[in-house]
């Protein structure tokens, strides 16, 4: 998407997170490192746009700061999770709001088929509980989500990878939107 309007890209960076993979083995153990390391390297990079960029104005990210308290609630203990918020309340308010938000929404099923097609050998050990308890996460931040425009996408059966059609689909739609909630669940 990045690359078809002229935006400048803002990836995830889970390789760089040392913590990540001990955490998919041993989630109780690790959960706090994992989530204070992410929680950084997002701040950092989104801090990094108040600075502007004269060529690229627009930026696409596929991660927003609000997700990582989420993660949090589903991974750490009562007092990690007072520690984590005390820091990230510390944080937060540095990053800029998005424009747009995008949330690609799919039941757990799908997730699964996805993140074994994704490959990341130490992903595979993720529980289907984690990902149904993130899901169900996910959907109660969003229902209540007004801070900046929102596009809720049925993904369920939509392969913007390996579909350009349905990338161009989403990709009209999206340009069709100043603000607002939508939604998006082509008859496809």
């Known amino acids: ?20 993979e001990r955490f998919y083995r041993s989630p109780e153990q690790y959960a706090l490192q994992t989530q204070l ?43 990690e999770l007072y520690l984590y918020e005390q820091v990230y309340k510390q944080l937060a308010p540095e990053v800029p709001t998005p424009d747009l938000v995008i949330y690609l ?7 699964v088929k996805r993140i074994r097609k994704r490959g990341i050998l130490f992903e595979r050990n993720m529980e289907r509980d984690y990902l149904e308890n993130l899901t169900e996460a996910y959907t109660r931040f969003f229902l209540s989500y007004h801070d900046a425009a929102l596009l809720m996408v049925n993904a369920e059966s939509i392969d913007f990878l390996d579909n350009d059609e349905h990338y161009l689909l989403l990709l009209d739609h999206v340009n069709s939107i100043q603000t607002g909630r939508h939604y998006f669940n082509p008859a496809i």
């Open 1 to 20: 998407m990045a690359a078809s309007i002229g935006a400048g890209l803002i990836l995830e960076q889970p390789a760089d997170n040392p913590f990540l």
């Open 37 to 79: 390391y992410f929680l950084f390297q997002r701040v950092k990079q989104l801090t990094n746009l108040r600075q502007g960029d004269l060529f690229s104005p627009i930026h696409i990210a596929d991660f927003m700061l609000e997700k990582d308290p989420l993660f949090a609630r589903q991974t750490l203990d009562e007092d």
């Open 105 to 111: 929404q799919a039941p757990t099923d799908v997730l």
